[in-house]
């Protein structure tokens, strides 16, 4: 049969025609043959990989929303469960439950600035314990200030954390206080017609970094003719607390975001604030026998070279402020505070850390009370220890701690009942009236001082700034 032009018959000339061999093509032998089954084969494999992907798709989003519901789960069990609220409740103990009272009476407020995170609160006003803790127009603790500054004033600033603020005593009985108070007797004596006034800048747990920044953005705009810079050895770390104004507590965040962005997600996220939290507590968890304030790998200890460094740049700082203005600045050194037993070990660990503040001192020719003398219990604060002289006084007796106070409470008792009195006994008499008192004296006491320990500070601070010439 003769068979007509196909569409490929100008491809194979006039062989496509007549009696011709049968063109490859029809028997799937020819190259165009081959070229169709190709074809075929990526689509195939284009369908598959789309399916593939949309499977992936698929999964992911179900992952997410499986993510996101358990998220949301979390969240609300959180809020639901009051988690927060008990978290914080359960941590309430003796020893720190005077700090919970006055953090959750909320005194302090956040700001802005990323280094200082939170100031005392204008206007707030709390009593603990039958102290009664204020904070003036201006920010500081105390009575508010005169809109200008009278002629005749005098001002006394006292720059540092808790034990500059003055926890556990009032108001009146503060270092800054009781040392304006040992001026304004000199003035009056002198008649001289000038009248000094402290400022209380001190906020519980600033670090040196944070109290720059209340000197610059506050302490500045006081006035102040003299500055004291009341220095504890746990003022050297840069990580700092955040605060909650909800529930008033100061916290830990050590996860590695911005600080805006750390606030927002505690502020608006359960969970979030779940997850920091437990991250601080395993960060700080005591490992081979060391605190956490002696652990190199806890972000806020003392003994890392970075912390130090941080704060004496602070330190740097301050003076660089003080020295333009033409202000003097005197150091009141602290070294951490503990048992007198313990502070007079020679592997003491708080002894180097001490000696390196006061090399800093030192090497800026900052003039400084160093305590540490005191510490080992030397009521003039004259270090003895190396000469081997016994201690004449107790400074455990100054530490606020509940039980602390009761055990004394005992001795200075027994003291009454053979007809002595406590404060004029010797060291050794002292220590021997403890006996037969409670023993169960807290490992982890709130070291804070009474209204009568700031008062011996007070007493050899001023004997010092008066001998350079900073108070009459």
Known sequence: MVRGPGPHAHEHGPDAAGGGPTPAHEHGEGPEHAGHDHGFADTVAAIGRTQRARRLRVGLLATLFALAGATLAAELGLRLT??????????????????????TAHLFEE????????????????????????????????????????ANERRLLCLGDSFAFGLWCDEDETVVARLAAQANAREAERKSGLAWR??????????????????????????????VLY????????????????????????????????????????????????????????????????????????????????????LVRIQELCRARSVPLFVIDQPLMTYLGETRKPDWPIAPLDAWFRGVCAELGLPALHLIGWLHGYADGIDRLAEGAPPDF??????????LQEVL?????????????????????QLALFAGCPTSIPPN????LTGAGYAHIARLAYARMQAEGLLP
Do not use: M
Not at 89 to 102: C, G, I, P
Not at 414 to 426: I, S, T
Not at 445 to 448: A, G, K, M, T, V
């Open 409 to 429: 409470a005992c001795a200075r008792g027994h003291a009454r009942d053979v007809g002595k009195v406590w404060d004029e006994l010797p060291y050794d008499q």
């Open 198 to 227: 402290a400022l209380d800048l001190g906020v519980p747990g600033y670090h040196l970094g944070q109290t720059l920044r209340a000197f610059e953005q506050d302490g500045l705009a006081l006035e102040p003719d003299v500055v």
């Open 394 to 403: 107790l400074p455990d007796q100054y530490i606020a701690d509940e039980e």
């Open 231 to 314: 220095y504890n050895t746990n003022d050297i770390e840069q990580s700092g607390f955040y605060y909650d104004e909800e529930l008033g507590l100061l916290r830990r965040d050590y996860l590695p975001l911005p600080v805006g962005l750390k606030r927002t997600l505690w502020r608006w996220s359960h969970l979030y604030g779940w997850i920091a939290a437990r991250l601080a507590r395993a960060v700080e968890r005591e490992e081979g026998g060391l605190p956490p304030h002696l652990d190199p790998r806890v972000p806020w200890a003392h003994v890392r070279a970075d912390n130090q460094a941080y704060a004496r740049a602070a």
């Open 111 to 150: 700001v802005a600035d990323p280094v200082r995170r939170y100031a005392l609160r204008p206007g707030a006003e709390a009593v603990v314990d039958g102290w009664r803790f204020r904070v003036s127009p201006q920010g500081t603790r105390g009575p508010a200030l005169p809109a200008a500054k009278p």
């Open 445 to 448: 006491p709130d070291f804070h």
């Open 82 to 103: 009051h988690a927060r609220e008990h978290d914080l409740e359960r941590q309430v103990t003796r020893t720190n439950r005077r700090w919970v009272a006055l953090t």
